[in-house]
């Protein structure tokens, strides 16, 4: 297929030119959000992990206190 060229007004072609831009603008701001989220669910999954650290510990702590308390020694 043989490639013509295609013919606009010069106030269209602008048009479509700040468009574009707009949508670029757009699109780095979405990146720039992206990586915001990115930082966020980081510091989450760390909070979780130590939440989760801090539970196991209690639980530990708990069962020692339990078989200290009612498993006689032998």
Known sequence: MDKMPVFIKIDKYE???DLMNIVRDKVEKAKEV???IDDLKRKED???NQWRSNIL???NKLNNLNNSLFEPDN
Request: charge should be negative.
């Open 34 to 36: 992206l990586v915001k």
């Open 46 to 48: 760390e909070k979780i």
């Open 15 to 17: 048009d479509v030119l």
């Open 57 to 59: 510990d209690i639980e």
